[in-house]
């Protein structure tokens, strides 16, 4: 399986910053992807980053808000904009498994907005 | 789209026990995989064990295996012998074959909190 590692491992911030989370991954791969996992919750994807393209977002989910970035088959940013309270969950990027259609993921960021 | 549902919000057992825990879930697809993660308190997700849909048998890792009954859109997990070590959260989740190469992301129960008391 793929080593994932994501920086940083949480975070408090103040309402109205932003805070770009990494993604990086011990092999290249085509397809990162990239969860929200609200307090209780269960993950819901955000976007899908293929490298070389524009992401692709989920309904309910707005590039102004999480812009993505994708610069290469190793490494992923996403950024959480104009933060409120209501961002406050754990991050959590994935790449899909080299043979078939498992995911492995990250060890998460855990933000809290104040 | 699909939709995957885990009714037990939370379960709770003794330790060497043996528990399962149930997901549903609905599809037009009739090919797909499905799969459940495990989640510790550390949050890190780690998959569990995978079940394509079209292999009648029951996927087995160890002391973890599955109840598949497709045509009533079931996959339920069994855990035997239970260790204070499996303590985290289930979920369950689903993608769809045609997603083989890795196109889509996984859909994903809101997840059972299984407690293995000492």
């Known amino acids: 399986s793929a080593v994932i590692s994501q920086k940083p491992s949480r975070d408090i911030c103040q309402r109205g910053t932003s805070l770009t989370i990494q993604c990086q991954v011990d092999s290249q791969v085509t397809m990162m992807f990239w969860y929200r996992q609200q307090p209780g919750q269960s993950l819901t994807l955000i976007a899908t980053?293929?490298?070389?393209?524009?992401?692709?977002?989920e309904s309910g989910f707005v590039i102004d808000k999480f812009p993505i970035s994708r610069p290469n088959l190793t490494f992923s940013t996403l950024t959480v904009s104009n933060m409120s309270p209501e961002d406050s969950s754990i991050y959590l990027c994935s790449v899909p498994a080299a043979s078939g259609p498992a995911q492995f993921f990250g060890p998460g960021t855990r933000l809290t907005v104040l | 789209a699909q939709t995957v549902t885990q009714s037990q919000p939370e379960m709770s057992v003794q330790e060497a026990e043996t528990v399962t825990l149930s997901c549903t879930y609905d599809t037009s697809e009739s090919n797909y995989y499905l799969f459940w993660y495990k989640q510790p308190p550390s949050r890190q997700m780690i998959l569990v064990i995978r079940?394509?849909?079209?292999?009648?048998q029951n996927a087995t890792e160890n002391r973890f295996s599955v109840n598949f009954q497709k045509a009533a859109k079931s996959f339920s997990l069994k855990i035997s012998d239970s260790q204070l070590g499996d303590t985290a959260m289930y979920f369950c989740a689903f993608i769809p074959m045609y997603s083989g190469g890795g196109a889509d992301g996984l859909t994903f129960g809101k997840g059972t909190h299984l407690i293995i008391q000492p």
């Open positions: 079940q394509e849909a079209y292999k009648q």
């Open positions: 980053a293929n490298q070389g393209s524009e992401a692709t977002y």
